[in-house]
């Protein structure tokens, strides 16, 4: 969209077009990298989009699928840009929660109807979502509920150790960026990074420093495509800076 890529320190994303004097949270980048998508306060939470075409990028709008304009603040992208999470306080049949996770699939018209993914996945507050290459669903808790032979299994915490509310795990699941209140946090709420061992457990979290986090409140990240680049919000404004830090900060014989 025209920005300067930034370096080891955290700036304010596409000032004036995607970061304004509104509230703004939950950027994301779709694979394809054509189109971007963010979450704006119109008296509600209102899904954006920004789509590149021959002449360039568009101005945001609300995104529409299906003919209904998007009202939530939380989503996210499957690696292969098919499949579309969202939240909604919608009712879904055997739920045991009030805030249920829906899908939408790609279609030759843009996205589906929003469906509500039912028992197991709704047997828990889904919150958050991130999902893997494989399937995989990873939440606020954090939990995670595996897709296997077509089938979601029970939610799992990941570790009784490790929690975290916004999120974003890694395409193959090397690894996961959070945001948490610590009290030995920069600020409010800061970012942080955790690692999958080779036995398949989880480092403990590692703070993203100060080049990301201050004394405000950090949260919602998520990774460009490419995974160059690392996206959040800060008190409700986009920030990004280089993910190199996610490397950095990775113990070795991991």
């Given at each position: 969209?025209g920005?300067t890529?930034?370096?080891?320190?955290?700036v304010v994303?596409?000032?004036?077009?995607?970061?304004?004097k509104?509230n703004?949270s939950?950027?994301?980048?779709a694979p394809?990298?054509?189109?971007?998508?963010?979450?704006?306060?119109?008296?509600?939470?209102?899904v954006m989009?920004?789509k590149?075409?021959?002449?360039?990028?568009?101005?945001?709008?609300v995104?529409?699928?299906?003919g209904?304009?998007m009202n939530?603040?939380?989503f996210?992208i499957?690696?292969d840009?098919?499949?579309?999470?969202?939240?909604?306080r919608?009712?879904?049949r055997g739920?045991r929660?009030?805030l249920?996770?829906f899908v939408?699939?790609?279609?030759?018209n843009?996205w589906?109807?929003?469906?509500?993914?039912?028992?197991?996945?709704?047997?828990?507050?889904m919150?958050?979502?991130?999902?893997?290459?494989?399937?995989?669903?990873?939440?606020?808790?954090?939990?995670?509920?595996e897709?296997?032979?077509?089938?979601y299994q029970?939610?799992?915490?990941?570790s009784?150790?490790?929690k975290?509310?916004h999120?974003e795990?890694d395409?193959d699941?090397?690894?996961?960026?959070?945001d948490a209140?610590?009290?030995?946090?920069?600020g409010r709420?800061?970012?942080?990074?955790?690692?999958?061992?080779?036995d398949?457990?989880?480092?403990?979290?590692q703070?993203?420093?100060?080049?990301?986090?201050s004394?405000?409140?950090?949260?919602?990240?998520?990774?460009?495509?490419?995974?160059k680049?690392?996206?959040?919000?800060r008190?409700?404004?986009?920030?990004?800076?280089?993910?190199s830090?996610i490397d950095?900060?990775?113990?070795?014989?991991i």
């Amino acid at each position: 969209i025209g920005q300067t890529p930034p370096g080891d320190t955290a700036v304010v994303f596409a000032p004036g077009i995607v970061t304004t004097k509104k509230n703004e949270s939950n950027f994301i980048v779709a694979p394809d990298g054509k189109t971007v998508y963010f979450s704006r306060d119109h008296k509600r939470m209102m899904v954006m989009e920004l789509k590149k075409d021959g002449s360039g990028w568009t101005s945001p709008r609300v995104a529409v699928f299906s003919g209904v304009p998007m009202n939530t603040c939380e989503f996210d992208i499957s690696p292969d840009g098919q499949t579309f999470f969202s939240n909604f306080r919608k009712h879904v049949r055997g739920s045991r929660v009030a805030l249920n996770l829906f899908v939408s699939k790609r279609t030759d018209n843009g996205w589906s109807k929003p469906k509500g993914l039912g028992p197991p996945v709704s047997d828990q507050t889904m919150h958050a979502a991130s999902v893997s290459r494989n399937g995989t669903l990873y939440a606020s808790g954090i939990i995670k509920v595996e897709l296997k032979n077509g089938k979601y299994q029970k939610a799992k915490k990941i570790s009784p150790r490790i929690k975290g509310h916004h999120l974003e795990v890694d395409p193959d699941e090397r690894f996961i960026i959070f945001d948490a209140r610590k009290k030995s946090g920069l600020g409010r709420s800061d970012l942080y990074v955790i690692y999958r061992k080779k036995d398949n457990t989880w480092t403990l979290p590692q703070n993203l420093g100060k080049g990301i986090n201050s004394s405000k409140s950090e949260g919602s990240p998520s990774l460009s495509p490419d995974g160059k680049y690392l996206f959040f919000q800060r008190n409700f404004n986009i920030y990004w800076v280089s993910a190199s830090i996610i490397d950095k900060l990775k113990p070795k014989g991991i």
